[in-house]
């Protein structure tokens, strides 16, 4: 059974930094692209960041570049999201997703197969 399982979320304070994980189990998503969504209330699920199959490869929402990294270690099928410089409108609900594709450039949510349950992520002013 493929599971993809988000962990990390939690309060944080303005400025502040949180990173997130995600492990996926069931199989193994070394040929895949990985990618991280957000969703905050009220609102549509949104791109945060992309990372090709090998890692070589990143891509960013504007609404994060500079302030999140995204990171993966194949061999032990993980992916990682850092958070810095944290905004309270970055609170959202943060999601990770495995593509059907290997690069890093898919930032829609139709691009992706499968996805985790969420990690809450909440930004205090």
């Known amino acids: 059974q493929v599971q993809l399982v988000e962990s990390g979320g939690g309060l944080v304070q303005a400025e502040g930094s949180l990173r997130l994980s995600c492990a996926p189990s069931g199989r193994t998503f070394s040929t895949n692209a990985m990618g991280w969504f957000r969703q905050a209330p009220g609102k549509e699920r949104e791109f945060v960041a992309a990372?090709?199959?090998?890692?070589?490869?990143?891509y960013y929402a504007d609404s994060v570049k500079g302030r999140f990294t995204i990171s993966r270690d194949n061999a032990k099928n993980t992916v990682l999201l850092q958070m810095n410089s944290l905004k309270p409108e970055d609170t959202a609900v943060y999601y990770c997703?495995?593509?059907?594709?290997?690069?890093?450039?898919?930032?829609?949510?139709?691009?992706?197969?499968?996805w985790g349950q969420g990690t809450q992520v909440t930004v205090s002013s």
């Open positions: 990372i090709s199959w090998n890692g070589g490869s990143t």
């Open positions: 997703a495995a593509s059907r594709y290997s690069g890093s450039d898919h930032y829609t949510s139709n691009e992706y197969n499968y």
